[in-house]
């Protein structure tokens, strides 16, 4: 059966470590606690990290030989190379193949009818997302940073890599933004103040929230278990609640008008003809 999915969003930074495969799962996996029914597309072929942050999940099964089905865990469905190969094997694709095996992951993985596909991006490349771009009908990308101008930098040539292929910049997330501190509950900005905001500004698109450095998120991550598990009541949890709720409305809304712009475009072609 082909498969049917709603919103692509490609979930991307402009340089590793800075919680983007984090943020991709807890996204993917507060709208599929909200009732969609989503999908995890690890896209960072060389160096997969979704079998670590989620633990393992088994070999993802072939029926016919041709086409894969996705392992299932936490209630969304998972591919990533780590799953098919051992993810200490090294990689030796270049950038064009990499792009190749990513789009072969949408195409061939049996995803089913899906309200949300979430790609956890590379870091710094240009070529998946050109690939996905001119293959697929890309919703939108959501940029995750941390507060330091070194980070911010790094957000900026991000943004200008998914313009470049048209692909719109759904919003930015400032991750490990502040510590509550649980011994005297103050707020301690680690890494700066205000960051993730001026850069939202200064590149015209959406600031989607703040994830505090949540110690259970590091532990959850480091033992293959979702925040919503280890610590489902912390602001983390309820930020990347809110985060994913103000997402659906966005490309919901964004949807319905491309659709609508599409049967406008239509009729006019009947009434032409
Ligand atoms: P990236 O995908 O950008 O390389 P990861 O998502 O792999 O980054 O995160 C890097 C490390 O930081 C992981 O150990 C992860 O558990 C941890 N981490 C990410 N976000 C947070 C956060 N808000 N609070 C605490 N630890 C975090």
Not at 29 to 41: M, P, S
Request: proline share 7%; with cysteine; glycine share 10%.
């Amino acid at each position: 059966m082909p498969n049917a999915m709603k919103h692509l969003i490609l979930v991307g930074s402009g340089k590793g470590g800075v919680g983007k495969s984090t943020v991709a799962i807890h996204l993917a996996l507060a709208l599929a606690q909200q009732g969609h029914r989503v999908g995890l597309l690890d896209a960072d072929i060389y160096g997969p990290s979704l079998p670590t942050l989620l633990g393992p999940a088994g070999k993802p099964k072939s029926p016919d030989g041709k086409r894969i089905l996705p392992v299932e865990k936490f209630g969304i469905k998972l591919m990533s190379m780590g799953y098919l190969v051992d993810p200490e094997a090294a990689m030796m694709w270049r950038g064009p193949m990499l792009a190749g095996a990513v789009s072969q992951f949408v195409s061939d993985v049996e995803w089913g009818d899906l309200d949300f596909l979430i790609f956890d991006l590379p870091p710094g490349t240009g070529d998946v997302q050109l690939s996905l771009a001119q293959k697929f009908k890309v919703r939108g990308a959501v940029l995750v940073t941390t507060p330091q101008t070194v980070a911010l930098a790094d957000v900026v040539r991000a943004k200008a890599m998914f313009d470049k292929v048209r692909i719109p910049t759904l919003g930015l997330i400032e991750n490990m933004s502040y510590f509550i501190c649980d011994q005297c509950d103050a707020r301690h900005e680690i890494f700066d103040h205000g960051g993730g905001e001026r850069a939202a500004v200064r590149l015209g698109v959406p600031f989607l929230g703040r994830v505090p450095i949540e110690p259970k998120l590091r532990e959850g991550g480091d033992v293959g278990q979702p925040l919503f598990n280890l610590a489902p009541q912390s602001a983390s949890a309820a930020t990347f609640l809110k985060i994913a709720a103000d997402l659906t409305e966005r490309v919901e809304s964004e949807h319905a008008q491309s659709q609508r712009q599409e049967v406008r475009k239509r009729s006019l072609k009947i009434i032409r003809s």
